[in-house]
């Protein structure tokens, strides 16, 4: 079981869990190409989302995934609710509480801001991805459609290229990956590496051959410009041709290589359009991956939350 009250981070969650958590997922993906959509797992609960940041696959898969398991779903746009009138992220917790929520999923600008929420309210929250901290359920996706197409984790050398600096992805991932013995490898422009990667375990690489050379994963990531200073690197274009992944450079990944982007792509930019629509990439499997395991850690929280409920009774 999950012995946990939110999943805010993959910071300290351990090799057993994630197992778990990739295994339900696969339960729940079972399901889903069965056709059943109607699970009933988080039947009378309710789960708001609560978005401070722009997305696409994060909010709809978190929205499908509460659905399919039976809860109640609301969606609050930040502009659109009481943040926009000045209401402090606790107080607006507090409201959400006192509604009887049971799930926050909530995407924030600023790091911490889930955990800040999670000591907060009674709810179990969910991280969407806060600033440049961590998207825990993205690595989970990622990690989940690596083991289906290699088995297991262990071993695997995944190579991640682009935006590190920025990047809550390649965090989650390198936290997850390591947890689970899996090496990972990254390159990119020195002004988009973070200080102190490496003492995290990520092995850093002076090209980006060097990075995918024998990977089994090539996992580009997007150039952040909306969190970028200008001045990072020259332009898009010098970017692409001496960091983005093109099919020549894929050539020195292993033969059954995967590669991954967990999206939005800048097409072009850190990887090419062959590259994405390369037969051997999975940016598609990752999104159906991404539905699942949603469910998965929704349900496993949703477990925590009822046997505590029956301890204290
Ligand atoms: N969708 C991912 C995130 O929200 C990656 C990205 O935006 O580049 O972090």
């Known amino acids: 079981m999950l012995k946990r009250k939110d999943l805010v981070g993959l910071i300290d969650v351990t090799k057993e869990e994630i197992t778990e958590i990739l295994d ?16 009933s797992y988080l039947h009378g609960k309710t ?17 499908l995934a509460a659905k399919y398991l039976g809860a109640t779903v609301i969606n609050i746009a930040a502009g659109a609710s009481s943040v926009a009138k000045g209401e402090t992220l606790v107080d607006t917790g507090k409201t959400l509480d006192a509604q009887l929520n049971d799930f926050l999923i909530m995407r924030h600008p600023m790091g911490g801001a889930p955990y800040l929420l999670g000591k907060t309210v009674h709810a179990s929250v969910l991280n969407a991805g806060d600033g440049m901290n961590e998207h825990p359920t993205q690595a989970l996706l990622d990690m989940l459609t690596m083991r289906e197409h290699f088995g297991s984790l262990e071993g695997l050398k ?15 991932n390198l936290f997850g990956l ?3 013995g899996a090496e990972v490898y990254m390159h990119a422009p020195e002004t988009l590496i973070p200080k102190g990667i490496d003492r995290l375990g990520a092995k850093l690489c002076k090209t980006r051959e060097e990075a995918i050379e024998g990977a089994d994963v090539v996992m580009g990531l997007r150039i952040q410009l909306e969190r970028q200073q200008a001045g990072n ?12 992944v093109d099919c020549a450079a894929l050539k020195l990944a292993k033969k059954n290589a995967i590669i991954m982007h967990p999206g939005p ?3 072009g930019v850190e990887l090419t359009g062959k590259v994405i629509d ?26 925590y939350r009822e046997y505590n409920k029956e301890k204290n009774v």
């Not at 997305?55 to 898969?61: C, D, L, P, V």
């Not at 995944?158 to 989650?172: C, F, M, T, W």
């Open 47 to 63: 789960a708001t989302i609560l978005f401070y940041e722009n997305s696409t696959r994060t909010r709809t898969s978190f929205e």
């Open 158 to 172: 995944v190579a991640i290229l682009g935006d590190i600096k920025h990047s809550r992805v390649a965090k989650s």
């Open 24 to 39: 339900v997922a696969s339960e729940m993906k079972a399901h889903l190409k069965a056709g059943e959509k109607r699970l």
């Open 278 to 303: 390369h037969d051997q990439s999975r940016i598609e499997a990752q999104v159906f991956s991404g539905i699942a395991v949603r469910m998965a850690a929704l349900k496993l929280l949703n477990d």
């Open 233 to 244: 690197f020259p332009s898009l274009a010098e970017y692409a041709d001496f960091y983005g």
């Open 265 to 267: 792509v800048n097409r």
């Open 178 to 180: 390591k947890t689970m």
